[in-house]
């Protein structure tokens, strides 16, 4: 426990006064505090919980205040003399230094912190910048922990966007976004900066069905239909003259999408959102959260249960590579943390309850893996090839101009792969994926895989659905999370109803109620027939 008094000699002015002298810890209630003074105006102060932390700032003679360090119970000889080269960074004569630079520190306040700097999060940035009266009300916080994107599910997906879905919330999400993308730069364009170039693919996704899924099929495209979306059926007599290389045998019926469906580069609209955050003013951090600091008054729901209502009111954000933390103030929380969001929530305290109760209804969001394989096949479908959903659940499309292919296979429940790494299991390829792709293909019966990887899904393992808008009892927790691979897909219009939510507390252009967290506790599951 730190109970020892802090003593700092801090060196000497430009003249050899002591610019700050020594600062004794007192206690005060269940902290300990200190201060130090010197000449010039400069003063520096600590204070922390006797058994927590000590938390350093100094305060300069214009009255702004920086947080210059903190020190945990077993930093305290390792990292002191880093604290005393940091503030004498600041002080009169002192020497500055890249290395006492606190620029990568985020803000000690922000109204909105989103956790999750993938496309999720992005959009839901960008749109509450779009959406906020006045211009710049709104200060918004942007935590990531991984600055490369290197296992972020946004840019290890297929990329593909369709609007053959069976739930009618589904297929309007989809229709707003593909409008977003096929307009990119009318939302996206940044003043004096290149157009934004997504690669937009419009070949549209064919799904074929056996005799048992036919009926299912058929249905769906009826609700397409009525929700505005340009989707044909096709008899496998019709599926062989226009696309003479597939097989139709085993088919009963196919649905193709005319318009606005097909696939384009995840990666250009990340950083095409992100460029474009950056110019409305959105910050942006890397680091890790790690805590949330919350109030709690307890209530009673209709029903006569009691729970305990939480407010989060400050998130820590553990910064990379580093022993260091910043407390963040804030008012609303966004949990865009895809595959982590179920962890990120139970931080808050979601879950943390009686079985069966609201209070202990966790989110159930976590990470599966998906593995993807890169073929070439010179006999291969041509330029014409959509993104082929196979009765099977395979699915394939076309990457490129030089005949090779993308494609892969969601496992069974019993087939489902560690998550613990991204490592790809070939075998899978050769066992679930190739067999159903060359029955429907036969040109794939001589193709060779180039390359693969993984990435995860933010899997909603009560019914493969996206959570959408407020968590009923941590009242300022939002959620833009599980959407169990087709989150790239919707992110524009997921921002932009999380956004509504927030700022007007309802949605205002697609009523996502269905998608909304209190459905995990009542068991009312969202029927998507068509997730892939």
């Given amino acids: 426990m730190l109970r020892r008094s802090l003593q700092l000699a801090l060196g000497r002015d430009v003249l050899g006064r002591d610019v700050l002298g020594r600062g004794l810890g007192t206690r005060r209630g269940g902290s300990r505090l200190g201060k130090v003074e010197g000449s010039g105006g400069y003063r520096g102060s600590w204070v922390a919980p006797v058994s927590s932390f000590v938390t350093f700032k100094i305060r300069d003679p214009g009255h702004d205040v920086k947080t210059v360090g903190r020190l945990g119970e077993g930093d305290w000889n390792g990292k002191m003399s880093e604290i005393k080269k940091k503030i004498q960074s600041f002080l009169p004569g002192g020497a500055w230094t890249q290395l006492h630079d606190t620029s990568y520190l985020p803000p000690e306040h922000s109204d909105v912190v ?8 992005l959009s839901v940035a960008y749109w509450l910048k779009r959406l906020e009266k006045p211009r710049g009300a709104i200060r918004v916080l942007v935590v990531e922990r991984d600055h490369t994107y290197s296992q972020a599910s946004t840019v290890l997906s297929v ?3 369709r609007q053959q879905f069976s739930v009618p919330e589904n297929i309007q999400l989809s229709l707003f976004s593909v409008d977003f993308l096929r307009n990119i730069n009318e939302y996206l364009a940044v003043v004096d900066d ?6 937009f693919n419009p070949s549209g996704y064919l799904l074929l069905a056996s005799e ?8 769906n495209v009826q609700v397409q239909r009525q929700e505005g979306a340009k989707v044909c059926l096709m008899s496998p007599e019709q599926l062989r003259n226009k696309f003479p290389w597939i097989n139709p045998e085993g088919v009963a019926l196919a649905s193709y999408g005319m318009e ?16 474009k955050a950056q110019s409305m003013g959105v910050l942006f951090c890397q680091g890790e959260v790690t805590r949330f600091v919350s109030s709690s008054s307890h209530a009673e729901t209709a029903s006569g249960e009691e729970v305990t209502l939480k407010r989060v009111h400050e998130v820590h954000v553990k910064i990379d590579h580093s022993l260091e933390y910043q407390p963040v103030e804030c008012a609303i929380v966004i949990n865009a943390a895809g595959a982590w969001s179920g962890q990120i929530a139970e931080l808050a305290g979601v879950g943390k309850g009686p079985p069966g109760t609201l209070q202990g209804t966790k989110l159930p969001v976590e990470p599966r893996k998906r593995y993807v394989y890169l073929w ?12 082929v959903i196979d009765a099977s659940g395979a699915y394939f499309r076309r990457e490129g101009l030089g005949n090779n292919y993308l494609g892969g296979c ?14 790809v299991d070939h075998e899978f390829f050769q066992d679930k994926v190739w067999p159903p792709l060359a029955q429907r293909v036969p040109a794939f019966e001589s193709l060779k895989v180039r390359s693969a990887w993984a990435g995860y899904y933010d899997y909603n393992t009560f019914d493969q659905n996206g959570v959408v808008g407020p968590h009923p009892l941590v009242v300022n927790m939002y959620f833009a999370t599980g959407f169990s691979g087709h989150g790239l897909q919707q992110a524009p219009a997921v921002g932009r109803a999380v956004a509504e939510m927030v700022l007007h507390g309802n949605f205002q252009t697609i009523n996502l109620s269905p998608f909304l967290f209190n459905r995990f506790h009542l068991g009312e599951k969202v029927h998507e027939h068509n997730i892939i």
């Fill in 159 to 161: 990329g593909g966007i």
């Fill in 260 to 275: 606005h469906e097909g696939w384009f580069d995840p990666w250009s609209l990340l950083q095409g959102l992100r460029r």
């Fill in 376 to 387: 070439n096949c010179p006999q291969g479908p041509g330029l014409e090839t959509p993104f």
């Fill in 212 to 219: 048992k899924g036919a009926a299912v099929l058929e249905s």
């Fill in 194 to 199: 290149p157009p934004l170039d997504i690669q």
């Fill in 410 to 423: 969601s496992p069974t429940e019993e087939e489902e792969p560690d998550p613990e790494n991204l490592e």
């Fill in 114 to 121: 989103i956790v999750g700097g993938g496309v999720m999060g």
